[in-house]
Nanobody, 126 residues
Framework: QVQLVESGGGLVQAGGSLRLSCAAS????????MGWFRQTPGKEREFVAR????????YYADSVKGRFTISRDNAKNTVYLQMNSLKPEDTAVYYC???????????????????WGQGTQVTVSS
């Protein structure tokens, strides 16, 4: 069983930055691919970013490419999402997720991920 705990959400003005963290339990974190998703009320959870097990490959939704950066520190069992140039439409609950297979491929489906955190709220004011 893997537990994921997100932190770093909050209220920020448009154009500002936030850094989300996701701390994972377990000794096999370094073998997992990790993803960030977000969800707003009444909408489906949507893919934001993904990083493979080593950190050598990253993938982004077109809506955040060039503004968000996903990274990981396997020594700390933590994955990060640096969010810059935030827009009001980035407002959502952000979730981190773990895919046990850790594959070096671009997987954006919610169903591909095995474990989820509880989410952290990000609110961007205009």
């Amino acid at each position: 069983q893997v537990q994921l705990v997100e932190s770093g959400g909050g209220l920020v003005q448009a154009g500002g930055s936030l850094r989300l963290s996701c701390a994972a339990s377990g000794r096999t974190f370094s073998s997992y691919a990790m993803g960030w998703f977000r969800q707003t009320p009444g909408k489906e959870r949507e893919f934001v970013a993904r990083i493979n097990w080593s950190g050598g490959r990253t993938y982004y939704a077109d809506s955040v490419k060039g503004r968000f950066t996903i990274s990981r520190d396997n020594a700390k069992n933590t994955v990060y999402l640096q969010m810059n140039s935030l827009k009001p439409e980035d407002t959502a609950v952000y979730y981190c997720a773990a895919e046990v297979s850790g594959g070096d491929y671009d997987s954006r489906r919610v169903q591909a991920y095995d474990y989820w955190g509880q989410g952290t709220q990000v609110t961007v004011s205009s």
